[in-house]
Nanobody
Framework: QVHLVEFGGGSVQAGGSLRLSCTAS????????MGWFRQAPGKEREFVAV????????YHANSVKGRFTISRDNAKNTVYLQMNSLKSEDTGVYYC???????????????WGKGTLVTVSS
């Protein structure tokens, strides 16, 4: 089992920045690819970004590429999502997730946090 807790959500004006973090406990953090997903009001949850176990590979959704950056610190059991140039359409609940496979991570993960709300006002 892996327990994930997200931090850093809040309200920000369009064009601003936020950094989300997610701390993991349970099984060794470096055993998992880590990802961020989000769910906007009235919409299905969507993939945002994923990072490999050692942090050497990352993949971002086209909608956030160039604005968001995923990173991790295995010594701190923490994954981050730096969000810059935020837009109103970035509003939603952001979920941290852990999975065994980096390649298929965007299609499903094994463990999920409860989410943190990000609200971007225009």
């Amino acid at each position: 089992q892996v327990h994930l807790v997200e931090f850093g959500g809040g309200s920000v004006q369009a064009g601003g920045s936020l950094r989300l973090s997610c701390t993991a406990s349970g099984r060794p953090f470096s055993s998992y690819a880590m990802g961020w997903f989000r769910q906007a009001p009235g919409k299905e949850r969507e993939f945002v970004a994923v990072i490999s176990r050692d942090g050497g590979s990352t993949y971002h959704a086209n909608s956030v590429k160039g604005r968001f950056t995923i990173s991790r610190d295995n010594a701190k059991n923490t994954v981050y999502l730096q969000m810059n140039s935020l837009k109103s359409e970035d509003t939603g609940v952001y979920y941290c997730a852990a999975g065994a496979d980096y390649v298929s991570a965007k299609y499903g993960m094994d463990y999920w946090g409860k989410g943190t709300l990000v609200t971007v006002s225009s």
